[in-house]
């Protein structure tokens, strides 16, 4: 529990993988032993840390089904990443997970079955789907910290909240723990008077100590690792100005829910 953050938001694209796999690059730079959790039946975390998905792997879905505590210990794989990058995989029928409408009897199976489990890891890194169903509140149910992603638009700042009040439910509810960990800037132009109105109507919408620093540029690079499965860090000089960022936030992670 205490390790583990949640990436989310409901609006598609935004940057949670994106995000998620950044922190991740930097942890596995920094030898951190972490996990990473895919509750995204699109599987795109699973897939960029070089776990096929196609493959018959035993993952959150299942985990979360088992209903058991503790039962994700037995999933997780290690990543083609390497180092102590692990994963457990989006596999098991999340769609089906997802629209379990015994909300009482099921936001907590996550947790359950990370019990135990997360506690070997420095670091847990929650990939949610762009959804704020039954397994986003799954995620925020195990989590430590909520770490939102958005875009500084005019439809980006709308999703902003429902999430925070998903978190605050969840919160009442289910995990006393969660807290919002911060809101993380992605695609933020370099020069653009909207971004900045927004970015100034965020501050205010959440408290400027909530909108992290730095924010995350348009890079092609992020594409690239994407595509090669491969972590930002081992890029050298061609990803260097995102991986400072990347290392930046992880620093402001773990020092926010430790
Ligand atoms: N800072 C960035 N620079 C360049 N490309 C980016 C950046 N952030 C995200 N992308 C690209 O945008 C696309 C969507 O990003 P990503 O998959 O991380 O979003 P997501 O919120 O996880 O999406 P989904 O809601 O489908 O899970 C991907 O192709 C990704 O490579
Ligand atoms: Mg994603």
């Known amino acids: 529990m205490t390790s583990t953050v949640a990436v989310l938001n409901q609006k598609g694209g935004v940057g949670k993988t994106t995000v998620t796999l950044g922190l991740a690059s930097a942890a596995w730079a920094a030898g951190l032993k972490t996990l990473v959790v895919d509750l995204d039946a699109q599987a795109n975390a699973t897939w960029a840390l070089g776990v096929d998905p196609s493959l018959d792997y035993f993952g959150t879905g299942d985990a979360m089904k088992s209903n058991r505590a503790g039962s994700a210990a037995d999933m997780v794989v290690k990543t083609g990443w390497g180092q102590d990058l692990w994963i457990l995989p989006a596999a098991g029928d999340l769609t089906e997970r997802d629209a379990d409408t015994r909300r009482e009897t099921s936001v907590k199976r996550l947790s359950r079955s990370l019990e135990g489990v997360s506690e070997d890891y420095d670091l847990v890194l929650v990939d949610c789907a762009p959804s704020l169903g039954l397994n986003t509140s799954n995620g925020l149910a195990a989590a430590k910290g909520a770490l939102l992603v958005v875009e500084p638009t005019v439809f980006g700042l709308r999703g902003v909240g429902p999430v925070l009040d998903l978190v605050e439910d969840v919160w009442s509810t289910d995990n006393r723990d969660l807290e919002l960990a911060g809101v993380v800037l992605n695609r933020v132009p370099a020069v653009s008077a909207d971004a900045r109105d927004r970015i100034v109507e965020l501050n205010k919408m959440v408290g400027s100590r909530s909108v ?47």
């Open 212 to 258: 992290w620093k730095p924010t995350i540029p348009h890079r092609v690079i992020v594409n690239t690792a994407h595509n090669e499965r491969a972590p930002l860090h081992a890029f050298g000089s061609q990803s260097r100005e995102l991986t400072d960022i990347f290392d930046t936030l992880l620093r402001k992670l773990r020092r926010t829910i430790d």
